[in-house]
């Protein structure tokens, strides 16, 4: 067995079973009776993984279009990409939302079709949030450090929430239902009014350097979303150890043990924002893309934790990868003399490619055991079973 599963542990994914609780209305009412609809056109031979990955391809074409349209990310693009954004983020939460589908009407449910949409899910939340940096003209600035904490704060509170509870709770606002919707809207408004009108409109000048425009809204929502999402998250952990432990000390310690089980990901961004503020030319497309793959690889390893019944895993090797990267860059400019600029180019690629050999090697290890012990395949359907109707 691997590194990341062990020998003893690979059997408890016979024990896995999908629980989840959608509080959202718009999902229930609206989304839900069209994605029941929507699934029906793929054909029952279609492994739920495919549809997975098929989904992810529209935001990374959009990321695509992003970088070509405008290299800066901070400049106006042709108006006919900001409905092509608008559509290829809500193909991607319609074939999200219908993988599941598929795996229930196929009989293909399990949990490596868990891990497999989480991990795309981790992976498009940076891919989607760089492509709203262009849309809103941010650039690589201090803005989109903070917007890719605010992201990927959720998501670590909602994987972090359901290995404690074991179960996905999206409450009646959430980010993979109306965070995704308000984004869709925002850039359908963009192609239509322009960017200037939708994110820069002036609102408030407070000095002669200073003014708020629409754009700083968006970050006093992402904080307050964020505010609320850290007390959802915490309050129903705490609700489920009170129902589910026998003593009140033993709830305490269980309670206050999860929420060290934050301060991984808070010490992860503090090193990215100390790089940031040290050499703000860290702030890159490589630099931001590795981080977004560093954090992938860590939310999958709590994933296959809560799949497999481990130990939560609190340290993370490469989360170090931004203050190492900044080190070497330091030490080439500064004692080797080599021009700044360039060193930090190539440093950024080479932390972007150390991230992205780090977490393929553990998707390659987890999805060679999983498929082993599950006797499955991951992209076509190994044993047919008997489909069911939605």
């Keep these: 067995m691997g590194f990341y599963v062990p020998k003893n542990k690979v059997a408890n994914l016979s024990k896995y079973k999908y629980q989840s609780e959608d509080r959202s209305i718009i999902s229930q009412k609206i989304l839900k009776p069209f994605w029941n609809q929507f699934v029906n056109i793929y054909p029952h031979w279609l492994a739920p993984n495919v549809i997975t990955l098929s989904g992810f391809s529209f935001v990374l074409i ?3 279009t992003c970088i070509f349209a405008a290299p800066d990310f901070k400049s106006e693009h042709p108006k006919w990409c900001y409905f092509t954004y608008a559509i290829g983020l809500f193909l991607y939460q319609t074939f999200d939302a219908c993988d599941g589908l598929q795996a229930r009407r196929t009989g293909q449910s399990g949990p490596l079709g868990e891990l497999f949409d989480h991990c795309i899910d981790s992976l498009n939340t940076t891919v989607s949030m760089l492509v709203f940096t262009s849309v809103t003209m941010l650039g690589f600035s201090y803005y989109t450090v903070i917007m890719q904490f605010f992201l990927l704060m959720n998501f670590y509170l909602s994987t972090w929430e359901e290995y404690h509870t074991h179960k996905l709770f999206l409450s009646e606002f959430s980010g993979p239902v109306e965070g995704i919707l308000m984004i869709i ?11 200037d009108i939708v994110w820069r409109m002036k609102i408030y000048q407070i000095n002669e350097h200073f003014c708020i425009e629409t754009f700083h809204l968006l970050f006093v929502f992402c904080g307050l979303a964020l505010v609320f999402n850290v007390i959802y998250a915490q309050k129903n952990v705490a609700i489920f150890y009170k129902e589910h432990t026998s003593s009140k000390s033993e709830c305490e310690r269980k309670i206050k043990n999860s ?3 934050l301060l991984p990901f808070f010490a992860f961004f503090a090193i990215i924002f100390m790089v940031s503020i ?5 702030i890159n497309l490589p630099f931001i893309f590795a981080n977004g793959l560093i954090f992938a690889f860590v939310v999958g390893r709590i994933i296959v934790a809560h799949l497999t019944i481990q130990k939560f895993p609190l340290y993370n090797l490469p989360t170090l990868l931004p203050l190492v990267t900044y080190t070497l860059s330091a030490f080439a400019s500064h004692v080797l003399g080599y021009k700044s600029d360039s060193v930090i180019t190539y440093l950024s690629l080479f932390q972007l490619g150390l991230a992205l050999g780090i977490h393929g090697s553990f998707l390659n290890e ?25």
């Design 278 to 282: 040290l050499d703000s030319r860290f």
């Design 366 to 390: 987890i999805i060679y055991e999983f498929t082993t012990y599950l006797d499955i395949w991951v992209l076509t359907i190994k044993h047919p079973k008997a489909v069911k109707s939605n």
């Design 62 to 64: 959009n990321l695509i």
């Design 185 to 195: 809207g925002s850039f359908a408004l963009t192609g239509i009014f322009g960017p």
């Design 259 to 261: 929420n060290i089980q």
